[in-house]
């Protein structure tokens, strides 16, 4: 018997740098049950959201358009990593509130992702250069240190930063 | 310009009469990887687990591979599923992976639900984790006693202003009595418990001073829109996230203090100036305008983050503290704020607070 899909999830998340001053991301979700998408602008330099946006095309209820009006309310406050709180506090009213949230959180964590991008484009590729890169990143920022298994203790990348621990 | 785009795609079929298979595969800019899970259709469980990783981030991703086995046994009922998957696998394995586990098993469970109901199948019941801690009590006003000072009290006295306990702070992994002991052992003059959102019992706390015989205040971590803030002096339970405006007016009205949490955590991530961000700019946030002080020494962020805060809050002549924000083992006292009076019970902590004349200082590792 062949092995046919019962279910299928396609997420999509874009990140356009409109100007050097605003950022747009946006996060679609298509499945067996649901078709909907959220859309946010973001201000440099404090990655403050100046609007939110988002519809459910087609739920479990119908093809009937919900247009999420009360998204807006996140505007104001900033991406960063209190965001997830906050979004769940926006969302808790709007319809489908856990998928709502889902799209709105990728859509925050992408603009995160599209500057660790430009970081992990300069990391050199030889390891002598590859260890001092990560191991000057984890000391600038004390919280990567031993946050996933490349970056624990005993992890290669951080003998450098070990070395200069004693 | 399109700058990043993360692709995700999760796909179930049914394996037999009781499992889900269902594969996952994430794509963006940075990380490609996949993964495939068996699922329970009845009890949501994570039964197996293989990942492959297609591009990484650096030489070392592939230790993450073994560590996605301690998703075994997981089950999407459990009311801190998301969490554990998180706290667990995201931070002993790659948390991109634990997002795209979270992904599958969302779905996973959309299409379990789905096909439960096209074949008219009860679901088995599930067995309901009870809450770990009931909602707290309304606070009920203890006469707050005096305590003897600490032996080393002549040059002031040195209080880690933030701290959090398991389970108050569920993010936190150790326990109040743990917190207090570790605080002791460094010889800290006190702490103040700043659990997120939880408004601590005075008795409560007060059989904690007695018991250890150290100097343990209440405060309280809320998050408003403008991010978190410490505050001092409400005795009043904020749930949610609340508008930093209207939390400024109950601060007022209680007589409290407030202090702006760690205000640059992530912003320098990149490193000073990669966002644009500059003293001036970062000192019209709108945040400091609502605030009495800025906490400017916290160990969960970077020394730029902090010094860019102490710059700031310079420019706005506001008070500074600081406070570790220990979240487990070993934090408590990382950073601390020294008072030059004696602080004995709450009304002293606001009295000093106000007062002015303290400073943050690094104590753990001075
Ligand atoms: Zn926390
Ligand atoms: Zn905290």
Do not use: Q, R
């Given at each position: 018997m062949a092995d046919i899909l019962c279910f299928s999830r396609n997420r999509c998340t874009s990140i356009e740098h409109v100007d050097d001053q605003t950022i747009r991301s946006t996060c679609r979700v298509q499945d067996n049950l649901m078709d909907a998408y959220v859309e946010i602008m973001v201000k440099l330099p404090d990655l403050e959201l100046i609007q939110a946006k988002g519809e459910i095309r087609r739920s479990p209820q119908g093809t009937d358009l919900i247009i999420l009006d009360d998204l807006q309310k996140v505007a104001g406050s900033r991406v960063g990593p209190g965001i997830r709180k906050i979004i769940g506090s926006i969302v808790?009213?709007?319809?489908?509130a856990e998928s709502v949230a889902t799209l709105l959180d990728e859509c925050c964590n992408g603009v995160i992702l599209s500057f660790a991008r430009d970081v992990f484009l300069n990391a050199p590729q030889d390891k002598a250069g590859e260890k001092l890169f990560f191991a000057n990143m984890v000391k600038a920022n004390p919280r990567l240190y031993n946050s996933c298994a490349a970056l624990t203790p005993d992890s290669p990348l951080m003998e450098s930063l070990e070395l200069d621990k004693n | 310009m399109l700058k990043f785009t993360r692709n995700k795609l999760a796909t179930v079929y049914r394996k037999d009469g009781r499992t889900l298979a269902v594969h996952g595969v994430l794509e963006d800019d940075i990380y490609g990887f996949e993964v495939d899970l068996d699922i329970g259709l009845?009890?949501?469980?994570?039964?197996a687990i293989r990942g492959k990783w297609n591009r990484m981030e650096n030489s070392e991703c592939p230790r993450a591979i073994p560590f996605l086995q301690e998703a075994v046994g997981f089950r999407m009922n459990e009311e801190d599923f998301t969490r554990k998957v998180q706290k667990i696998v995201g931070r002993k394995a790659c948390r991109h992976f634990a997002d795209l586990i979270l992904e599958c098993c969302q779905t996973a469970k959309d299409a379990a639900t789905m096909i439960l109901q096209e074949e008219g199948q009860e679901k088995p019941p599930d067995i309901e984790i009870d809450e770990l801690f009931g909602k707290s009590k309304p606070a009920i006003s203890v006469q707050e006693k005096n305590h003897p000072p600490g032996p080393e009290v002549t040059g002031g006295m040195v209080i880690d202003l933030h701290v959090h306990s398991l389970p108050a702070s569920?993010?936190?992994?150790?326990?109040v009595e743990q917190l207090i002991e570790q605080a002791k052992e460094i010889g800290l003059d006190g702490i103040c418990l700043t659990d997120h959102n939880h408004l601590w019992a005075p008795n409560q706390v007060e059989d904690l001073r007695q018991k250890h015989d150290f100097l343990i205040l209440r405060g309280n971590e809320i998050t408003t829109e403008q991010g978190d803030i410490l505050v001092f002096g409400l005795e009043e339970e904020v749930k949610g996230v609340i508008k930093l405006e209207a939390l400024r007016e109950k601060v007022l009205q209680a007589g409290g203090f407030m202090i702006v949490a760690h205000p640059f955590r992530g912003f320098l991530t990149f490193g000073v100036g990669y966002l644009g961000l500059t003293k001036e700019k970062a000192m019209a946030r709108p945040v400091f305008k609502w605030?009495?002080?800025?906490?400017?020494?916290?160990?969960?962020?970077s020394e730029e983050e902090n010094s860019f805060a102490a710059q700031v809050a310079a420019g706005l002549g506001l008070p500074v503290t600081g406070g570790s924000?220990?979240?487990?083992?070993?934090?408590?006292?990382n950073y601390a704020t020294r008072f030059p009076g004696l602080i004995q019970n709450e009304q002293d902590l606001i009295k000093a607070l106000k007062k002015g004349g303290y400073s943050p200082v690094t104590f753990r590792n001075k």
């Open positions: 808790e009213h709007v319809p489908y | 009845f009890n949501l469980e994570i039964l569920p993010c936190s992994t150790i326990s605030v009495d002080a800025v906490e400017v020494l916290n160990s969960k962020v924000d220990a979240h487990g083992p070993g934090e408590v006292g």
